[in-house]
């Protein structure tokens, strides 16, 4: 059991580490292994492939997304699973959920070459997005990809002439501003009036009766997508798709057609204590206001389903102390994993050894080794005397985690690894000191 969290460390609590085991299945401490995933040890990983290292259960992968699966059937919206590639793009993730029958929400060409290669058919891909390029449209529309998502007119202007000069008709939906506030951390929120994305939804009509008046295009339907991280209820969804199943009658009472609508991802999850949406509440929220209207009903889940699977393994530098403050310094940083130094966000962090698991905590800041005072992953953390070369995991890292790390102060990018039961692989290798400096050149004249 881990030792109660020291008191006046934060006026609420952080959870125990029992209380982090608890609520994630494929994680547990064991006596003799320390902290495994489904039955491997992670510490047997960092022996065999290094630190820091990004760490996948497929278990919970499929888990999740057959529970959001269940209960969209249970709903009985016969909805389409499109998982956004942005959340995790590693090949071997992309292939668990393809297997699982999920297609993909993608942002660009990479990370549309990222679905096809891990088998997902391009009928079953989106194309999502502020700035979709010429040359990423025609890559897309060449390769047939189901849906793009517009969200602007002069977007559609463009999809149309890469459309014509193809000779090929697209299937556009027009991604709208319902301007609802979910409730999310400001650099998140996508659906408010002021933000970049798609087009203000009072301007919708008319732009959606230009769009079937031009060529290359057929108008399939609208979408939305009002945030990420939403764990405050339903309410902002329910008030997105309300004003989306209001549009799709206005269209439809000018005499447009709209096959299809796009509910979007942003099903936060508990990093902390936060509450956990259910996927039947989604679910409920969807066949409620959008579930009579005869429609091809999508969804486009990231951090639901991939988050919660994933975690970074990192290794002990060192610990020191300055004045009053004790800091564990670990080989991962905020190249890595940059949500807390981007969103202030709190990972959990759970020792990986028996030993540190019962240990006495105290508080201490958790660094990297980065040149930056915002390369902290947590401050005022109860967590044991870790020795160097002690290995620690971060929590929840399966979603915008690699997918966001950078080679920031020449750092190369970590391995990531995929657990399924008692076997793991290797399914992106650490990336070399050579592969860091490829690519770089010195101009002629030096
Ligand atoms: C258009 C679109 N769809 C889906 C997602 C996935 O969001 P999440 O990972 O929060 O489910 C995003 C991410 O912001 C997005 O921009």
Same mark, same amino acid.
């Given at each position: 059991m881990a030792s109660p969290a020291p008191a006046l460390l934060t006026d609420d609590a952080d959870p125990s580490f029992a209380e982090l085991l608890a609520g994630r299945p494929h994680l547990a401490q064991h006596a003799h292994d320390g902290l495994t995933m489904e039955e491997v040890p992670l510490a047997r990983i960092a022996r065999e492939v290094g630190t820091p290292t990004w760490v996948y259960s497929a278990g919970t992968l499929r888990r999740r997304y057959r529970a959001l699966r269940d209960a969209l059937d249970e709903a009985q919206l016969g909805a389409e699973i499109h998982f956004a590639v942005k959340a995790n793009p590693n090949l071997a993730v992309l292939r668990t959920l393809a297997a699982e029958g999920a297609g993909a929400d993608i942002v660009s060409e990479g990370e549309l070459r990222l679905a096809l290669a891990a %088998?997902? +058919?391009? +009928?079953?891909v989106v194309f999502s997005g502020v700035g979709k390029t010429p040359g990423e449209l025609r890559f897309a529309l060449s390769r047939g990809v189901g849906q793009i998502n517009a969200e602007s007119a002069e977007e559609v202007a463009m999809i149309s002439a890469v459309a014509t000069e193809l000779g090929v008709t697209a299937d556009v939906a027009l991604r709208v501003n319902p301007d609802v506030d979910p409730k999310t951390h400001a650099k998140i929120t996508t659906g408010k009036s002021g933000n970049k994305f798609g087009v203000a939804i009072e301007d919708a009509p008319d732009l959606y009766a230009r769009m079937a008046a031009t060529?290359?295009?057929?108008?399939v339907g609208v979408a939305v997508h009002i945030g990420?991280?939403?764990? +405050? %209820?339903m309410s902002a969804y329910a008030a997105a798709y309300r004003a989306l199943a209001e549009l799709v009658l206005a269209l439809r009472a000018q005499g447009l057609a709209v096959e299809r609508v796009d509910c979007g991802g942003g099903l936060g999850i508990p990093y902390r204590h936060e509450p956990a949406p259910a996927p039947a509440a989604l679910a409920g929220a969807i066949r409620n206001t959008?579930?009579?209207? %005869?429609v091809k009903l999508m969804v486009e889940p990231g951090r639901w389903i991939s988050g919660p699977a994933g975690v970074l393994l990192a290794a002990v530098i060192i610990e020191k102390h300055t004045g009053s403050r004790r800091f564990v310094i670990l080989d991962a940083a905020m190249n890595d994993l940059v949500r807390p130094a981007m969103y202030e966000a709190w990972h959990g962090i759970l020792p990986v050894s028996p030993a540190d698991h019962v240990a006495p905590v105290s508080p201490c800041d958790v660094v990297g080794p980065v040149c930056e005072t915002g390369d902290t992953f947590a401050r005022n953390r109860g967590l044991p005397r870790l020795e160097p070369g002690s290995l620690v995991a971060f929590l929840d890292a399966g979603a915008y985690g690699a997918a966001m790390s950078s080679t920031y102060n020449a750092r190369p990018l970590a391995a990531e690894v995929l657990v399924d039961g008692a076997r793991f692989a290797v399914v992106r290798e650490r990336q070399t000191q050579e592969a860091l400096l490829a690519g770089q050149r010195l101009p002629a004249w030096m």
């Open positions: %088998g997902i +058919a391009p +009928a079953h060529p290359g295009l057929r108008p990420s991280q939403i764990t +405050a %209820g959008l579930g009579n209207l %005869g």
